[in-house]
Nanobody, 127 residues
Framework: QVQLVESGGSLVPPGASLRLSCEAS????????MAWFRQAPGKEREFVAV?????????FYADSVKGRFSMSRENAKRTVYLQMNSLQPDDTAVYYC???????????????????WGPGTQVTVSS
């Protein structure tokens, strides 16, 4: 069983930056495709960003965060990051880290395709 734990959520003003981290307990972490999703109150969980595991290339973003958010991974630390810049009130949500090894190019943005989830970390953007 793989465990994921997010950290770094906070209350920040509009325009601020924040970096989220997600640490995994997985062996062979480098083979996992890792993603960030978010869920705002009263809304469905939505895709934010994904980074492929070894043997695959590519980091992909939702249009709503492209150019503002950047996802990276540090396999030696079994950790992925989400650097969030120019945060806006619409970015307010619980951010979830997800991982899996069964994903293909057409399922990367689909929450149901991921096997493992963290408990989430709250990001609130407000003045």
């Amino acid at each position: 069983q793989v465990q994921l734990v997010e950290s770094g959520g906070s209350l920040v003003p509009p325009g601020a930056s924040l970096r989220l981290s997600c640490e995994a307990s997985a062996q062979s972490f480098n083979t996992y495709t890792m993603a960030w999703f978010r869920q705002a109150p009263g809304k469905e969980r939505e895709f934010v960003a994904v980074i492929r595991g070894s043997g695959h290339t590519g980091t992909f973003y939702a249009d709503s965060v492209k150019g503002r958010f950047s996802m990276s991974r540090e396999n030696a630390k079994r950790t992925v990051y989400l650097q969030m810049n120019s945060l806006q009130p619409d970015d307010t949500a619980v951010y979830y880290c997800a991982g899996g090894r069964r994903l293909i190019s057409t399922t990367l943005r689909r929450a149901s395709a991921y096997d493992y989830w963290g408990p989430g970390t709250q990001v609130t953007v407000s003045s």
